[in-house]
């Protein structure tokens, strides 16, 4: 790391303590951004590393609420407002009992550079809870989130901070948080949330977006490589928004998806899954992954190794953070994988993602391969201000073109500073560019 970068990150690590998994996103960044920071000795004099590092607001906040029994739950609540010198904050809201204001930072710093490299008019943020909703009836998550809204409400709006949906987070918790949000405010400001359904304002191809466009993105890796998904074994971890329709997408495009996950174990069908019943289990029953053995008899359930051991030309890891380790990556190499494209946010270890320079293992960093689901946030939200809505067709059209430019973005910048086919340095300098000369524009503010 560039010796002024690591003073700077020494700094993050002592104001920070103990936040991990921000200070991993950090790390990635700033061993990225050197050569800029030579290039651009004004970035340096207007000390923009260092402020993009500190959030412009954080809001941590109680959230009471009853249970069907009539128990009382206090969960946290946090909303981190990281950076708005390309647009309105915009970022995902992630209900999983893992939360941690560190978690919800890191997901806030990738955010500001995903949404730079999008090249849309979007600041990066995100919040969330601790609040677990698996199992949680209708009515519980509704009166969940009408508590977190009362609360979270006060900051937000299409022209200040606009969140989405993420893990834990659906169409079934956007309607119950944009219901209150329109009760308190007497407003029905469309633009304030992203994700919603189309009955009240949603954008088509929203739910889709994030795994096509992930999958657009590891296409274009394939291509440059003069090669494509046709005839490919492919392995995406998670079952949930992100995953399902990488899958969709990956058999639209001729690959064969064998195997899928969720945090009870996962499921290898060498046939290839059958989507229609795997998004009928998890958008419909809301039921764990084993209930697709008890349909599938030929496929395996497995619970006690990682899913990373099966074989495949392409890894999609779309579940959660640090899921894909240095064994993982060495049994994908060791297994003749090709690509690992991240439909999730940071889900390889930096360890893991070693182990995958080192053995020529193509690699897609989440912040420009996952980047399909805020683009057509950002695209909704166009939508909304116009009181439009696009067609099903059209909408994907411009995620297919928006995941094309920010492929080629990253090659070209990586090209440029001297790291060709490395897309995590393109993806950082990119992003952090673009960030940058926003930032000094600006002023010091
Ligand atoms: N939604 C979006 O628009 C975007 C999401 N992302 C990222 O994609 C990832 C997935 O998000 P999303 O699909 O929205 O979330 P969902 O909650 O819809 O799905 C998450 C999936 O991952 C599974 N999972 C969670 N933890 C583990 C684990 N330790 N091992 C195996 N599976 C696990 C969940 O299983 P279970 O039900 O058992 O918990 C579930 O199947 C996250 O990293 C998110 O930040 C990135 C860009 C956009
Ligand atoms: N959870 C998301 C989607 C954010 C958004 O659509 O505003 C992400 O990019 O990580």
Redesign the pocket.
Known sequence: MHDKLETIYERVLSRNPGETEFHQAVREVLESIGPAIDKHPEYAQARIVERICEPERQVIFRVPWEDDSGDIHINRGFRVEFNSALGPFKG?L?FHPSVLLGTVKF?GFEQVFKNALTGLPIGGGKGGSDFDP?GRSDREVMRFCQSFMLELYRHIGEYTDVP?????V?SRELGYLFGQYKRITNRYESGVLT?KDLAYGGAQVRKEA?GYGCTYFVDQVLKARGDSFEGKDVVV???????LYTIEKVHQLGGRVVAA????GFVHDPKGIDLELLKDI?ENRRERITSYTDAVPHAELVTDRSIWQVPCQVALP????N?LDADDAAALARNGCLVVGE???M?TTPDGVRVLREAGVLFAP?KAA?AG??ATSALEMQQNASRDSWSFRYSENRLREIMIDVHDRCHATAEEYGRPGDYVAGANIAGYSRVAEAMLALGLV
């Open positions: 995902g992630r997901l698996r989405a949906g993420d893990m834990g659906g994700g994030t971890s998670g079952s949930g928004n992100v995953a996950s969720d945090s009870s998890k779309s579940a959660t953070q899921e439909g999730a946010n889900p989440g996952n689901g805020v």
